[in-house]
């Protein structure tokens, strides 16, 4: 199975005796994890065990709640939705979805309203809590995600960690950044985050910005690449653009390179760090750190989205 926590989808296994679990590990041959799980996978077993667990679903009768059988309350689901469709059509009805199913599982509740019951009303809080992200990935990538991948892991020197604590909220990702620290005398780890976390404690760089000026910092660093000429032309011309607007910020009009200098002269290092509360020579050393890696990899959660 997979692990249902943080959502890095860590392959375990479960060992049952007597219709009871006795025994997790981490699945070996899983490519996210490896074998290994964090406290919170290793300890899954108590969770499912635990007295304060319901076993069973409850139906609300005369305002208490009442324990049922499971083919009780399935049936009564079923029935209340198929007469509210009758009576009321296909978009009285909605599936709201959680960030820990599978994909299978996404695709069966989305087989079930799309195209069974007929309603696009099928919503997740893995897209509201993405919403701005996936607005600037589609629109800086095409798709709704950036185009990583854990296995990219194996093969950076620099990782830039901003809005994250791998170290705490992502274990297992994190100790395979720590595993290739271990094995790549060119590792450098650059982490930028307000607070002093665990995953700060192993960086090779801590960037403590103000909370709020995330962006005037990455802007600064950019500043620093274009300013001291470590840009890779050819990429830039082959694969990028610049552009003001576009989406729900009016018509889109794209920029030169030198249209984005002139915009990132508002983003001085040493006028900057009163804002940031980072130092100019830390800005600088970060990017000077990310250029020059020969693979670098960025990482972010949350904080940043």
């Known amino acids: ?6 959502g890095a989808g860590c392959g375990m296994e479960v060992g049952l ?9 981490g699945n070996k041959d899983y490519p996210v994890n490896k074998g290994i799980l964090c406290l919170k996978g290793a300890t899954l077993m108590y969770v499912v065990h635990s007295e304060e667990r319901a076993f069973s679903p409850y139906v609300r009768e005369s305002g208490q709640f009442g324990e049922t059988s499971w083919d009780t309350a399935l049936n009564l689901v079923a029935s209340k939705i198929k007469q509210t469709v009758i009576d009321h059509g296909p978009d009285s009805v909605a599936l709201y979805v959680g960030a820990q199913l599978f994909t299978e599982e996404m695709y069966l509740g989305n087989k079930l309203f799309k195209g069974l019951i007929g309603t696009n009303n099928v919503e997740a809080n893995a ?4 919403s701005s992200a996936v607005t600037g990935f589609i629109t800086t990538f095409g798709l709704d995600e950036p185009p990583g ?19 705490e909220q992502h274990p297992v990702i ?8 271990a094995v790549n005398k060119d590792f450098k780890m650059i982490v930028a985050d307000p607070r002093f976390t665990p995953t700060s404690a192993h960086a090779d760089l801590w960037l403590p910005f103000y909370p709020g000026t995330d962006l005037a910092l990455l802007n600064s660093m ?3 690449i274009v300013k ?16 003001e607007g576009g ?7 794209e920029l030169s390179l030198e249209e984005f200098r002139e915009f990132l002269e508002d983003y001085k290092p040493h006028d900057v760090e009163k804002l940031t509360g980072v130092g100019k020579e830390k800005i600088i050393m970060a990017a000077r750190i990310f250029v020059e890696s020969k693979a670098a990899m960025s990482l972010w959660t949350m904080g940043l989205n």
């Open 174 to 181: 994190f100790g395979r950044i720590l595993k290739r620290r």
């Open 127 to 130: 897209r509201l809590c993405m």
């Open 222 to 224: 950019a500043y620093v």
């Open 247 to 253: 989406g729900p910020w009016g018509e889109e009009k």
């Open 149 to 167: 991948s854990y296995s990219d892991i194996e093969k950076s020197d620099c990782f830039f960690l901003i809005g994250s604590n791998l170290a």
């Open 1 to 6: 199975g997979i692990c249902r926590y943080c």
């Open 17 to 25: 005796k007597n219709g009871r679990v006795v025994a997790i590990r």
């Open 228 to 243: 001291e000429n470590m840009l890779d032309l050819d990429f830039v011309n082959r694969h990028t653009k610049f552009v």
